[in-house]
């Protein structure tokens, strides 16, 4: 039975009934997601206007990012939950963020691909990297912390921290879009560093309303003598120093990073089918098998999705009349869109699920999945459909809404459903591996998503070759996401759900908010 909350228990220790911890940790967030959207909505048009690169470089450059900003989480989930606990990661990680969105703020220069300048911003993007990964896998599981598993205000609890994801994410592109493509570079990437800034000082200033939530599980082992002569502590911290210099190596090297993806990818899925034909039941293989056809479908479905970042916003600015109310709105101001979207529709397709559900009309795991690939094909030809009707004039810039309103449709049927998917199918012993894979797979969908942006044509392709490709990965999309509709009552019975226990959710997994939104690591909750 949850858990029943009088208020009247704990009026000081409470803001709307929930601890202070929840708003600190609501705060940092949402000014980690402001710098992180608000230097992403920048970045295809920094690497094209200011390095002046050409646009397939650039797409490489962005997809190479975005899939390392997707795969360092899984190690730093590990690190937190193994030594550091989630606060001393999450505070690492906001300083590392903070100092590669000043470092590209200050390394500016004119432009150009100056070596020094953009070996300067190559490094500020390893700083993010790894940043991002010690507080995007962490801080989500404090919030989990701070109450019992049975808690009846956890999930409301979920919902104000998501929003604050959500707030960040449509706050970044607009302040820090308007600000670098108007005032100049260095202002945007700079109004990222601070906001950084403000969530740190905040997270730091009110630790104690966070009640231990995070805490590491064995400070004397944390604080035992490494081999170089520093504590495990600061020898993670030294390491991660390190590593930023091997990133910065990596991402130089883009087509590296791709393949170094194909082979972590093959050689995971490889050890999964191996444990699960040599060591599992039957209907734990079975499990597996379906979890990951769902995890084989993340890389299409992201690789497309994520074009709202390279290849959707260069067409928004080249090709779309953004002209409104009296104001040409900067390209990369739309990319606060999906995030407003989500803010809107999240509690509208909670309701349908429920709705449906209660009617035994609610689609299973598989079909969500399929209808999501629908969604994202339907709304690369309503963007087509806009632009051939529009002719030889500029796009109408509703149906640029028209795209990243149903592609956030379809994201609403494929993230959080597809997180839910993953703890409820994992097998003890392989269950952070699954988590890990599913990650995995997410960074290869980025990686794609530039490989795909290619394909648009880059220098002197126009438009038209955009168009052509949209329309053609609509339609195979679609084609797609029928045949997984068709095929999902085998994946439904592979799933063995008749059979399921409940070993407890996984922290925020029924709420809405990005690819790796729901926390890694639950060890310390209580029950």
């Excluded at 399921?500 to 690819?515: R, W």
Aim: aromatic content about 14%.
């Amino acid at each position: 039975m949850a858990t029943q909350y009088n208020l009247t228990d704990d009026k000081k220790g409470t803001l709307l009934g929930h601890p202070h911890g929840l708003f600190v940790l609501f705060f940092a967030e949402m000014w980690e997601r402001f710098s992180y959207y608000g230097m992403r909505a920048l970045l295809i048009f920094y690497l094209t206007k200011h390095f002046l690169f050409g646009d397939d470089k650039a797409y490489l450059i962005y997809g190479a990012y975005t899939s390392l900003v997707y795969i360092t989480p899984v190690i730093g989930g590990y690190l937190a939950d193994r030594y550091l606990g989630a606060r001393k990661a999450v505070l690492c990680g906001g300083i590392f963020i903070a100092i590669g969105h000043f470092l590209i703020a200050i390394t500016e220069g004119p432009s150009g691909q100056s070596g020094y300048h953009l070996n300067g911003f190559f490094l500020a993007l390893s700083f993010i990297i790894i940043g991002t990964g010690f507080l995007k896998a962490n801080i989500s599981v404090m919030v989990g912390e701070l109450y019992p598993r049975d808690d009846i205000r956890r999930d409301p609890a979920y919902s104000i921290f998501y929003m604050g994801i959500n707030v960040g994410g449509m706050l970044g592109p607009i302040i820090c879009g308007v600000l670098g493509e108007t005032l100049g570079w260095a202002w945007g990437f700079g109004a990222a560093g601070v906001g950084m800034l403000l969530g740190l000082v905040v997270f730091v200033l009110c630790k104690p309303t966070l009640k231990g939530a995070g805490e590491p599980r064995n400070p004397v082992v944390l604080a035992e003598r490494s081999s170089l002569g520093l504590s495990k502590e600061w020898t993670i911290y030294a390491a991660s120093a390190i590593a930023v210099i091997g990133i910065w190596g990596l991402i130089q090297y883009q087509d590296v990073v791709g393949y170094a993806l194909l082979v972590f990818a093959f050689a995971t899925v490889a050890y999964i089918l191996y444990r699960i034909f040599t060591t599992f039941e039957w209907i734990d293989r079975d499990r597996i098998l379906a979890a990951l056809f769902l995890i084989a479908l993340n890389p299409l479905f992201w690789g497309l999705f994520e074009q709202a970042g390279s290849s959707l916003s260069i067409f928004t600015d080249r090709n779309v009349d953004r002209h409104i109310f009296g104001w040409d709105v900067p390209a990369s101001v739309f990319q606060s869109v999906n995030s407003t979207f989500i803010i809107l529709l999240a509690p509208l397709f909670a309701v349908l699920w429920t709705w449906l559900a209660k009617r035994r009309m609610e689609p299973n795991t598989a079909a969500k999945f399929g209808i999501g690939l629908l969604l994202i094909g339907f709304g690369f030809l309503v963007l087509v459909g806009g632009a051939v009707a529009a002719g030889a004039d500029l796009t109408p810039v509703i149906f640029i809404f028209g795209i990243y309103l149903l592609h956030t449709m379809g994201e609403l049927c494929f993230s959080p459903v597809g997180l839910s998917a993953m703890t409820r199918l994992s097998v003890g012993g392989i269950a952070g591996l699954m988590m890990g894979t599913w990650f995995l797979a997410t960074a290869a969908g980025n990686f794609v998503a530039g490989l795909i942006a290619r394909a648009t044509g880059g220098e002197g392709a126009g438009p038209e070759k955009v168009l052509e490709v949209y329309t053609r990965l609509g339609w195979a999309v679609i084609v797609v996401g029928i045949l997984v509709i068709l095929v999902s009552p085998i994946i439904k019975r592979m799933m063995h759900l008749d059979a399921l226990t409940d070993t407890g959710p996984l922290a925020g997994q029924k709420e809405i908010g990005e690819p790796g939104a729901a926390g890694l690591a639950t060890g310390k909750e209580t029950l």
